[in-house]
């Protein structure tokens, strides 16, 4: 949203075009975060681990009420027996009943960044270049996938 290089509709349009491609980004940095190494301690780690499992159930109230028919009640009994609140449990299921695919959106922009980042691995073998691709990820702004999908291995050089 902050990058002065791209116009208007990029810069804050990307609840229009690119909201897998926000929420997977967000999601790809915690587990390249743990990859790193960059949790201090199990404590950290067991967060981000939590997190997920959390967006787990999620995925599986949004995919239940808009796939399978469930009602309200089940989506909010399905996120109380995973440990939330009564009340997140029906905040978090007004929001996907308001929301078809929200959930599953950055599930989908985590795995498409994750299959770009092999692609390219396996293209560049010990050339490839971590920062260069992530540079190549976010310096585009939001983007469709079909978009990043097509375009990021042109964006994207080997070392040396």
């Known amino acids: 949203m902050e990058h002065p290089s791209l116009n208007r509709f990029r810069r804050l349009g990307s609840r229009v075009v690119g909201g897998a ?29 939590d997190a997920q499992a959390w ?41 996907y009943i308001s929301w078809p695919g929200q959930a599953l959106c950055y599930m989908l922009g985590m795995r498409e960044i994750r299959r770009l980042r ?12 971590l920062r260069a691709f992530h540079d190549a990820v976010i310096g585009h702004g939001a983007l469709p996938l079909a978009t990043l999908a097509a375009q990021l291995p042109g964006w994207v050089a080997p070392k040396g």
């Open 118 to 129: 092999r692609e390219l691995e396996a293209r560049d073998g010990d050339r490839f270049d």
């Open 21 to 49: 491609y926000v929420e997977g980004w967000g999601l790809y940095s915690e587990r390249l975060a743990d990859e790193l190494g960059l949790y201090r301690n199990a404590g950290e780690r067991l967060g981000m681990l």
């Open 55 to 95: 967006r787990a159930s999620r995925l599986i109230v949004d995919s239940g009420i808009h796939g399978l028919g469930w009602t309200r009640r089940q989506g909010i009994d399905h996120l109380l027996q995973t440990g939330l609140s009564e009340t997140d449990a029906v905040i978090e299921t007004d929001r």
